[in-house]
């Protein structure tokens, strides 16, 4: 068989697909095409699409930094071992399920600020924000205490190798605190955009994970014991800091909506 090959060639092949496959479903909305019946770039032609493409262009950097940052760190766990990669891949999987529910918090909660700060409403803004953080650190948590709890039986969902689930067991439990701050990182990054900052919000996701999360996994990983777990850490530590650094960044945008407010 193809092994590895073969399944990046299968992801790889998915993942194009659904990009071509979404791209022909917009290109055939009716109000796309209505648009491109007028000209190319529809009303106000490339002048006008300035603003989305600047929200565009800064969303898809920001999610680049962060999935290089976690690709990194993949990396390195194969550069550990064939163990500490399967451990390290499967924690991963179970961290980007969790995550999904971070995410639909985030767009929730962002919908919210967006709706305020339409208003003029900045408390009602910045309490949305707030509040949709600390339901996501609670679900979230909860969750991860469940994992926690359950150790053994969600890595046998996995596989049956006993001693690739004894070294998945106790990465869980630093899981559940790095999924704790990488929901808080989402959350705050749907926040702060919502408020209309692109390139701010941008930055900081630069600064929290190429700045700190992938040396601090790299030198836990692969230059200490931890080993996998390390990199665990390196996520929670960046992903951490990202919640602290976009945290400031959205308190520093609604004061300044607050001073613009009559």
Known sequence: GQEAVGGAFATSTARTVLAITLLAYVACLPEVRAAASRMMWGPGGWPASREIRTIGLAGAAAYFFETFAFSALNQAAGLIGTSALAAYSIAHNVESTVFMIAIGLSVASAVR????????????????????????????????????????RVASVYTEDTALIARITPLLAILTIALVFDGGQVVMGHCTRALGDSWGTTLRFFLAFWGVMIPVGLYLGLATSLEEMG???????????????LGLRFAALVRRMEDKTP
């Open 113 to 152: 600020v967006g709706s305020y700060a339409g208003q003029g409403r900045a408390d009602e803004a910045r309490f949305a924000a707030w509040s949709g953080l600390a339901l996501t650190a609670l679900i979230i948590g909860s969750i991860g205490v469940l994992l926690v709890l359950n150790g053994e």
């Open 231 to 245: 990199l665990f850490v390196g996520t929670g530590v960046g992903c951490g800091v990202a919640v602290l650094l």
